[in-house]
């Protein structure tokens, strides 16, 4: 389930961007101020905001953990113990 949430918010990240590069493309007119694309660009910051306290958030709560080569402590130990493989 959290991964779908987090597929779902990079996704979104990604249309935010998309409709970011549209508007900063498209030929301005009199009328426009760029306000669209300003929009869209702080929608962006939100959704990464909201992906980053919920991989927090998802960690703390044990729905995600982390690879053991992420965690330095259990990478270490790996790596000693290949070492006394070896010998």
């Known amino acids: 389930m959290s991964k779908i949430v987090i597929i779902v918010l990079l996704l979104a ?3 935010s961007l998309g ?10 007119d009199e009328r426009d101020t760029g306000d669209k694309l300003v929009k869209s660009l702080t ?16 960690m703390k ?3 995600i953990t982390p690879s053991s080569s992420v965690h330095p402590q259990k990478f ?3 790596q000693q113990q ?4 070896e010998k």
Do not use: C, Q, Y
């Not at 590069?21 to 498209?26: A, E, G, N, P, V």
């Not at 929608?43 to 998802?58: A, P």
């Open 13 to 15: 990240m990604i249309a």
């Open 19 to 28: 409709v970011g590069l549209f508007h900063l493309l498209k030929t301005p």
């Open 43 to 58: 929608w962006r910051i939100g959704i990464w905001v909201v992906l980053f306290v919920f991989i927090l958030l998802s």
């Open 61 to 63: 709560m044990g729905w």
């Open 76 to 78: 270490n130990e790996e």
């Open 82 to 85: 290949r070492i006394d493989e």
